[in-house]
């Protein structure tokens, strides 16, 4: 009888045991799931419905089921028979016309190359973080950061201008004999590597809208200044190309541009232009600006007070 007790008793410990231990896999589960990059794929322009199958496929293996396709081919038999179990990633897919709708709502656009820069001041391509670094630089993001990771065409990838368009590039290190990989495995070792990323950072981040307006303001501003036709468009992505390494928050691009607008009004006011825009723009563009609370400083800035001096 006691031994009949002792071995239920023995059972019913086992049974808490694994059920703690599920408890406890389950916890640790949602915890990294929280902590994941909320990350959506991009394909542009992908010419095989196996490529695309297969990238569904590889996409859940390390939970991430956001698809975005722009202008793909046909989505029939073989895309479904390469999906296999990720059919539902293919099914809720989303389907755009330009690169512009589909990212849109994210924060932080990651276009990939295979090409490598030949030179350091190829700003297009440079720099280029491998899986791993872009793993640890989406770590500093806020965990509400919301990333798109595009993907280049089978035959030619991206144009100059589509990767200009990006704020962060990517590149996967192979061979040089023959460094450019199958669309599919790309996708895999990137999403493999970016599934273990956990996002810390204390600071939201500007969207892509802000900062990629930001950008195209420093480009007025070089207008304004007459910098050098043959330079303006190189210097322009250099600095984006900063900018995105400085995560900036909201407040701080917002600040920029006031500073921008500083550097319009007296360079239109040199030229004897009519500055009174900049001016209002300028003072509208600091009072809605709460440094101590975005930083929990305590300092006062005042560009427009100085800006006659």
Do not use: W
């Not at 892509?208 to 200044?225: N, P, Q, T, W, Y």
């Amino acid at each position: 009888m006691s031994d009949r007790f002792s071995g239920e008793n023995e059972q019913a410990n086992n049974a808490d045991n694994a059920g703690n231990a599920d408890d406890a896999k389950n916890a640790e589960t949602e915890d990294a799931i929280k902590f994941m990059p909320n990350l959506r794929i991009v394909l542009v322009e992908p010419l095989y419905q196996g490529n695309i199958g297969s990238v569904c496929r590889v996409m859940k293996n390390f939970g991430f089921t956001e698809l975005y396709l722009v202008n793909p081919c046909s989505l029939e038999g073989e895309a479904r028979a390469m999906s296999s179990h990720a059919i539902d990633v293919l099914q809720n897919a989303k389907i755009c016309q330009t690169i512009e709708e589909a990212v849109s709502g994210c924060d932080v656009v990651i276009g990939t190359t295979g090409m490598r820069a030949l030179k350091g001041c190829d700003h297009i391509r440079t720099p280029a973080l491998t899986p791993g670094v872009l793993r640890e630089k989406m770590e500093e993001f806020h965990p509400d950061t919301k990333f798109a990771l595009l993907f280049g065409r089978e035959d030619i990838g991206f144009t100059n201008e589509e990767l200009s368009f990006c704020s962060m590039i990517a590149t996967i290190p192979s061979s040089h004999i023959y460094p450019v990989m199958n669309l599919s495995h790309a996708v895999g070792i990137m999403v493999y590597e970016l599934s273990g990323a956990r996002l810390t950072g204390k600071y939201k981040t500007a969207d892509f809208i802000e900062f990629d307006s930001m950008c195209a303001h420093f480009g007025e501003v070089l207008e304004d200044m007459d910098f050098d036709p043959l330079k303006k468009e190189k210097m322009a992505l250099m600095m984006k190309r900063i900018f995105a390494r400085a995560e900036l928050t909201p407040c701080e691009a917002k600040t920029l541009r006031g500073i921008f607008r500083n550097i319009q009004y007296h360079a239109k006011k040199s030229k004897g232009e009519d500055v009174s825009k900049y001016r209002r723009e300028i003072e509208n563009q600091f009072e809605n600006i709460d440094f101590e609370e975005e930083f929990d400083l305590d300092f006062d800035v005042d560009f427009v007070d100085k800006m006659e001096k």
